[in-house]
């Protein structure tokens, strides 16, 4: 998915050399006036800082989200913009369902897709987006939350 975003903004990055052929045959007058093309050079470089701006936050947001696993708890660190962020914990103890989704052909192909958690807790949902082999990882995460219940009523049975 973020290959298909990258893409996106490519095309959109070599859009300004078309409009600048269109200018120069529908208005050769104005690539002729020095202000004129003033004028052009800073439209195209806001347009370009744009651009550099939005692969920055894109690149941002998929590198700053993290998902952890332990034999305890589940942490949820999602990015959300340049400056904004936020951080959800929720123990094995309170996972009630997991389940894994793969939808459309490219992720089916190369093995992506979302793992939904469903817990007792405060945040009811984590949603783990693009990640690879989803059903082994929702397997393993409910291994984890079964083995974390069954040590932890040993130790409830031995207190």
């Known amino acids: ?21 269109l200018v120069q045959t529908m208005f050769p007058s104005m690539m002729m006036n020095e202000v004129g093309k003033a004028f052009l050079t800073v439209l195209a470089s806001l347009y370009y800082l744009f651009i550099w701006i939005s692969v920055y936050t894109l ?20 990015q959300k913009g340049l400056f904004n962020h936020v951080i959800s914990e929720q123990s094995l103890e309170q996972v009630q369902d997991v389940s894994s989704t793969v939808k459309g052909v490219f992720p089916t192909l190369l093995d992506y897709g979302q793992v939904l958690i469903q817990s007792a807790g405060a945040t009811n949902l984590f949603n783990f987006k693009q990640i690879p082999e989803p059903e082994v990882v929702s397997r393993r995460i409910n291994k984890l939350a079964e083995e974390f219940r069954l040590s932890h009523r040993e130790h409830i049975g031995q207190d």
Do not use: G, N
């Not at 998915?1 to 052929?21: E, T």
């Not at 690149?59 to 999602?78: A, C, M, P, S």
């Open 1 to 21: 998915m973020l290959f298909v975003k990258f893409l996106f903004l490519l095309i959109l990055a070599l859009m300004p050399i078309a409009v600048y052929a």
């Open 59 to 78: 690149f941002v947001d998929y590198y700053l989200d993290i998902w952890i696993v332990t034999t305890h708890r589940i942490v949820d660190r999602e």
